[in-house]
């Protein structure tokens, strides 16, 4: 079993920047694909960015591509969503994701390939 604990979400102007961060529970955290999505209030849960096992390979929807970085300290236990250049479109709650499975990118943007779920931290960008 893994929890995942989100933390660093918060009220910013446009064009600023957060960095959000999560915490995983148990031994194995290092072999599993993280991840975070994101749903804004009316919309559909959707895929922002994931890390690989390693770090070596990251993937990002357009949208954020270029403003956002996915990176993860496996001593730690811990990834990370530095996002930058905020628009007020970021706005919604983001969600760590673990998956035990090695994704490539067209999997990793799937909601069901994803075993455990955060609880959610909020991110609104004032226009």
């Known amino acids: 079993q893994v929890q995942l604990v989100e933390s660093g979400g918060g009220l910013v102007q446009a064009g600023g920047s957060l960095r959000l961060s999560c915490v995983a529970s148990g031994r194995t955290f290092s072999s599993y694909t993280m991840g975070w999505f994101r749903q804004a209030p009316g919309k559909e849960r959707e895929f922002v960015a994931a890390?690989?096992?390693?770090?070596?390979?990251?993937y990002y929807t357009d949208s954020v591509k270029g403003r956002f970085t996915i990176s993860r300290d496996n001593a730690r236990n811990t990834v990370y969503l530095q996002m930058n250049s905020l628009k007020p479109e970021d706005t919604a709650v983001y969600y760590c994701?673990?998956?035990?499975?090695?994704?490539?990118?067209?999997?990793?943007?799937?909601?069901?390939?994803?075993?455990?779920w955060g609880q959610g931290t909020q991110v609104t960008v004032s226009s």
């Open positions: 994701v673990a998956s035990s499975a090695t994704l490539g990118f067209s999997r990793a943007r799937e909601r069901r390939e994803y075993d455990y």
């Open positions: 890390i690989g096992w390693s770090g070596g390979q990251t």
